[in-house]
C-alpha cells in the first residue's frame, strides 16, 4: 500500500514542488493572519471612535451655542490649524507650554528612535532644511546602525549564548540541543523581566496617567520597532528631570533593542 501511495502521480508532485506548496501556504497563511487582525482590531476599535466622535460633535456644538458670536467656520479654522500643530508634535495647551521638542536631548531621543526605525511619528521636522537633512541623515545613519546592530549582537552572542551552552554541553555532558533550548528560553525570561516587566513598572510610576499595562504595552511597541507614537514618555507637563529621564529613555531603547536582537539570534541558532 506504501508502495501504492509512493508511486501516486499526486504525490509525486507534491514531492517534486514541495518548496513552492510551502511557499504558497506560507504567503495564504500570512493573509489570513491580516484579515483575521484587522477584524478583530476593526470591531474591537470601532466602537469607541465611533463614541469618542459623537462626544466631540456635542462638546463643539455646546461650545457653539455658549459662544454664539463665533461662526462654526472660523472654529473649524482654528481647530484645524491646531491640529495641524499637534501633528507637528505642537501643543497649544498653557501647562504644555514649557515642552520643547527640539532641546538636544529631545532631537537625541528623536534621531534614535528614526535610525532604529522605531519612530514614533510624535515629533516631525518642521522646517524644509529639517526635512531634507532627516532624509540624507537616514540614508546614512540607518545602514551603520544595522551594521553596528549586527557586529556587536555577534560579538555578544559569543559571550552569552555559544560559550555557555558549550561549557555545559561539554563540562556536563547534557545534550547540546537540550542545553541551547533551556538556554534560549532562560535568556527570553531574563530579557523579558529586565527590560519590559521593570522597565513598565518603573513607567507606571513615572509617568502619571500610565497604568501597568500601559506601560507594558509602550515597552512592547518600542522594543518590537512597531512604534505606534500613541504613547510617549517624558512629555507630562511636570515632569521632573525631564533631560536626565529622556536620556535614560533613549539608552534603554537601544540597549534593548540590542538584547532584543540578541534573544532573537538565539532563539534562531536552535536546530530542531
Request: charged share 15%; with cysteine; hydrophobic share 50%.
Amino acid at each position: 500500500m506504501l508502495q501504492a501511495m509512493a508511486n501516486n502521480p499526486c504525490v509525486r508532485l507534491i514531492e517534486r514542488n514541495r518548496a513552492a506548496w510551502w511557499f504558497t501556504f506560507l504567503v495564504l497563511g500570512y493573509l489570513l493572519y491580516l484579515v483575521v487582525g484587522a477584524a478583530v482590531f476593526s470591531t474591537v476599535e470601532r466602537p469607541h471612535e465611533v463614541s469618542l466622535r459623537l462626544e466631540l460633535l456635542e462638546l463643539k456644538r455646546l461650545y457653539l451655542e455658549d459662544h454664539q458670536c463665533l461662526s462654526e467656520e472660523r472654529l473649524e479654522k482654528f481647530l484645524t490649524r491646531v491640529l495641524e500643530a499637534s501633528n507637528y508634535g505642537v501643543s497649544m495647551l498653557n501647562n504644555a507650554s514649557g515642552n520643547w521638542k527640539w532641546d538636544f536631548t529631545s532631537a537625541l531621543f528623536f534621531v534614535s528612535t528614526v535610525l532604529s526605525t522605531t519612530g514614533y511619528g510624535h515629533t516631525v521636522p518642521l522646517s524644509n532644511a529639517g526635512k531634507a537633512f532627516c532624509i540624507i541623515y537616514t540614508l546614512i545613519g540607518i545602514p551603520l546602525t544595522l551594521l553596528l546592530f549586527t557586529t556587536l549582537v555577534q560579538h555578544i552572542m559569543v559571550y552569552v549564548t555559544h560559550r555557555p551552552v558549550t561549557y555545559v554541553h561539554l563540562r556536563w555532558g547534557y545534550s547540546r540541543q537540550t542545553v541551547a533550548i533551556i538556554h534560549a528560553l532562560s535568556l527570553g525570561f531574563v530579557a523579558v523581566f529586565f527590560f519590559f516587566f521593570i522597565p513598565a513598572v518603573a513607567f507606571s510610576i513615572l509617568e502619571e496617567d500610565w497604568n501597568f499595562l500601559e506601560s507594558f504595552y509602550f515597552c512592547f511597541i518600542s522594543l518590537s520597532t512597531i512604534g505606534l507614537g500613541d504613547y510617549i514618555p517624558a512629555e507630562g507637563s511636570n515632569q521632573k528631570y525631564r533631560t536626565i529621564y529622556k536620556f535614560g529613555i533613549t539608552c534603554y531603547l537601544i540597549l534593548g533593542l540590542v538584547v532584543m536582537l540578541v534573544v532573537l539570534e538565539t532563539f534562531c541558532e536552535l536546530s530542531f
